[in-house]
């Protein structure tokens, strides 16, 4: 069997990739992509104490997922520049807040404020939205990734340091507060991955070992040399590996958008290909990719790192064996030739057809497809109810559970040559 970087689908493969804005215009001739990113306020939400209206995440979900995409997003109580998303019924019982010029958030007609991270009824109504959102929204199909938010500027889990009078620690949330929020998410997300954005946000190694981390600032701070950028801070704190189960995504740098794709390797910023093999990165926001109409330069550019991201699957060789009672038993040899694995374990179909091309047989399998990393390769194996004489041809799919999602596609040439969507396995057989 033959590999194919750009086989059908492989550029819109689900989980990974680039990904705009759900509210970006979207038509057939957008960059490729199976992933869309939005924020949202907590108070369009959180409507009292304990009460929640989750009419806005339904309203987004649902939008994209009928353009057969899934969904990354994260909760804000104050993003600069946007309206404060604070609920109303702790801004009605006098919870304090500050104004503050950051990120020109004081040159918007409507500025936001920074919460009192030491209420206590601020920290109990966060961590009583998680466990909420959890209970509603933990594997949701239509749902690929969850960055953890609510704290901080844009929920980035950072605040300038703006000291209160007679507080010198500023606005910062408490250490046992960070944790309480983050022991919320792993009691309620068990499906779901959930990131964070740096892994100094809590010095308790097994609490963050159940999280994946996200670079807002990718290729602007992501290599280094200072200590405080990303991967510098990854390597202090001993969560380089992480990518191994849990994903790694982020934000290209928004100020790089527009110019990162006109030369290959990139002129500006950080080297695309160290970051991207180095971090094990699967998915990146890029708005600037959906907003205007690419040259055919930077699309080829764009394509080329995009296919670096996450898993690239291949499937090197197949065979057929008589199995029992008359069955067939397939057993295929899959490379992972991307720079991480896939992170859920969705189905596998299998379909064999004569040699009419009528189907004759079918059945679905459960692969480890997360244990299949970087480098490595598997034989798995299948077993159809039909007998080997009668089989011609299989195909393979591994199937998106979202209603009209993307299947995964197998970088192969063989990827869709009978049935789109699906791997036409070239069997050997010792018929």
Known sequence: MAFREDAPGVDE??????????STRQTSQSFPHSL???????????????????????HQLTAIAARGHQAVFRFFVDYPKKPSGIPKYLLDAGLRTFPYTDADNATSPTPSVAPDYRDPRLIECMVQFILAF????????????????????????????????????????????????????VESFHRTPVMVRYPKVTDDRRLLAHFGFHDDSFLWDTLGPENWQFWPIMERYGTTEAWRSRPIGGEIYPQLQDVIWDKWPNSKGQDVRTAITRTHATWMLDSGLFKTELTTTQRANALRAERMLGYTLFCAAAKTTRGKEGSTVLTVRVENRGVAPIYYTWPVDLQALDASGNLIGQTRVDWPLPSLLPGKKAEWSGVLATPLDSVRTVLLQIANPMPGGHPVAFANAEMGTVKQGWLTLALTDPR
């Open 13 to 22: 493969n689900p989980l990974r990739g680039f990904m705009p804005y759900s």
């Open 36 to 58: 869309e990113w939005f924020y949202l306020p907590l108070s369009e939400v959180v409507t009292g104490p304990g009460t929640y209206d989750w009419t806005a995440v339904e």
């Open 134 to 185: 959890g209970a509603k929204y933990d594997g949701d199909v239509r749902i690929a990734y969850l960055t953890a938010g609510l704290y901080g500027f844009w929920g980035e889990w950072h605040v300038h340091n703006h000291p209160l009078v007679g507080e010198p620690r500023g606005w910062e949330i408490s250490q046992k507060d960070k944790d309480a929020l983050l022991r919320a998410y």
